[in-house]
């Protein structure tokens, strides 16, 4: 059977007021996936979340009442669809436990997409100085591997939206134009990729049998790119040099240090991936993963200097 | 002196890039108020928040670094304004301790607004049931109080964003066109206004010494109406009279107590307002307390039936 063949599975989305949320949404009921959201009755009492989901809703959504908190409905909403994709804020990732039971009690979702996304919390090296943000989802990947439920994770790396506006100096609005802070040597390479590119990735992974219980990674062409490759990029655009300054590891080390929780968050993620190169220093198939570039080699997406001209 | 002869008090505003918080640092801008922004750093790693700081910057909005957990920074920022006006999420209430520890410490600030906004927390007969929602805004009162900091408090109860879209229908994104649900009699006031008059009634009453150690009620005449009145009012704009369910008392209490928190935080407000009359059983001058309308009787604002127009 081709992928052309195939029924659009039913996919329920929690979260989908979210900043993924709602483009996965929108992802699904463009490829004509039958689409529902679990909504939490309050988020209806906020016009903000209810304009978003108006909008969704005007599109084809379907949305169901209940949350992650109340069995009864997991249950309920559960039999409806196949397909459950789970887009929270990082520090809910554990309220996903109740979802997780309810998902091996009812037996019949085809695939569970975990609210992972970043980047793989199995192979960050900072697990223990991120005050639980990649150890509660490495905790629920052990919990689905021990409940046996069939299961995607898209690990997209950084959010467009996250520090890039920058040109990853925490602090500034918008990127430099005359000085900017490279750190460490400023040649390990991160990846940023668009939302709403994350959410088409994700959709296309959906039914595709070669992603089961595997980690679909994203690092697209354009979108991976050393501080030094980013600088450059930049510079070309302003048809300016910058002065560069270098942190080092141990000043990035020591204001992660100094800086409050959870300010030092941004110079935490910068750490794992600008020094110790968390998002591209291990080869995607020896790992067991798999690329979402080879697997969908059409899908459009927005490139970094496509992004940065946004910027000029 | 004249309102007009006095300079204009230097202004910081906290919580910036919230909802009300940034209609506060344009509505100060706006006034010619020197207004300022404790930021914190991790704020300008969102894409979002760094847009809207971006914007308010043009505006002539200087942004000062530092956290309501750091005091160093907390005395440094408070040494360089006059006035200060917090405008945090309902939760984060009681992280304005530190703050009014180092307004005390530093002496020289005029004025405090401390993050109430909402309904009068004292004045509630639901702060028992409302998971510390109220009873965290009055125990800031009292710190207040007890470290004699001059304070105004803008009670402006709901936002024009809260429930109202719905016409007060939890659970529904839009205003009903066929059925509605009325709480109690239906015959109990309430109050609604848009988070941008609540900005401009809230920096009118900065410099305003009538207003120094006092509650301002906000009640703009077109903003106060029962449940009744409401639908009246949407009936004659849509052109068609709607089938009338009531929900008693009784029947509200037993939802708030079968729905978990914080899906049951939309009806303990309902029950709050339309049933207990929370926003407007008492005579605002016999409370001690002031009229905005009166005091500032030429400001402009939104009413409830302009706001309606706009979702027919």
């Not at 169901?64 to 109340?70: A, C, Q």
């Not at 629920?140 to 040109?167: D, G």
């Not at 110079?267 to 080879?294: A, N, V």
Request: aromatic share 8%; charged share 25%; net charge neutral.
């Amino acid at each position: 059977m081709s992928a052309e063949d195939m029924v659009k599975s039913r996919i329920m989305i929690i979260g989908a007021t979210g900043n993924l949320g709602h483009h996965l949404a929108t992802a699904a009921l463009r490829s004509s996936h039958p689409t529902f959201a679990l909504v939490r009755p309050s988020s209806f009492s906020d016009a903000v979340k209810s304009r978003t989901l108006a909008t969704l809703s005007d599109a084809g959504l379907v949305i169901i009442k209940g949350s992650l908190e109340d069995e009864a409905s997991l249950l309920e909403a559960l039999r409806r669809v196949d397909v459950v994709i789970c887009a929270l804020p990082a520090k809910q990732a554990l309220d996903q436990k109740l979802l997780i039971q309810a998902i091996k009690k009812v037996g019949s979702i085809k695939k569970f997409i975990p609210s992972e996304f970043g980047s793989d919390p199995d192979k960050a090296h900072v697990s223990s100085m991120s005050y639980g943000f990649y150890t509660r989802k490495s905790e629920i990947r052990r919990v689905i591997e021990a409940e046996a439920i069939p299961y995607t994770i898209i690990s997209c790396n950084f959010y467009m939206s996250y520090l890039l506006h920058s040109l990853v100096q925490p602090g500034l609005m918008v990127p430099p134009r005359d000085e900017v802070t490279v750190f460490g040597n400023g040649n390990i390479r991160g990846v940023f990729v668009k939302e709403s590119d994350v959410a088409a990735f994700t959709i296309n992974a959906v039914d595709d049998p070669r992603t089961l219980n595997k980690v679909v990674y994203l690092r697209p062409p354009g979108n991976v790119y050393s501080m030094n490759e980013l600088i450059e990029i930049w510079e070309s655009k302003i048809g300016n040099k910058l002065k560069k300054k270098y942190k080092s590891e141990e000043e990035l080390l020591a204001k992660i240090k100094e800086t409050p929780y959870p300010d030092n968050m941004p110079f935490i993620f910068i750490y794992s991936t600008f020094i110790k190169g968390d998002q591209t220093y291990f080869e995607i198939e020896e790992s067991g993963g798999l690329d979402g570039l080879t697997l969908y080699p059409n899908l459009a997406y927005t490139t970094i200097s496509e992004y940065l001209d946004t910027l000029v």
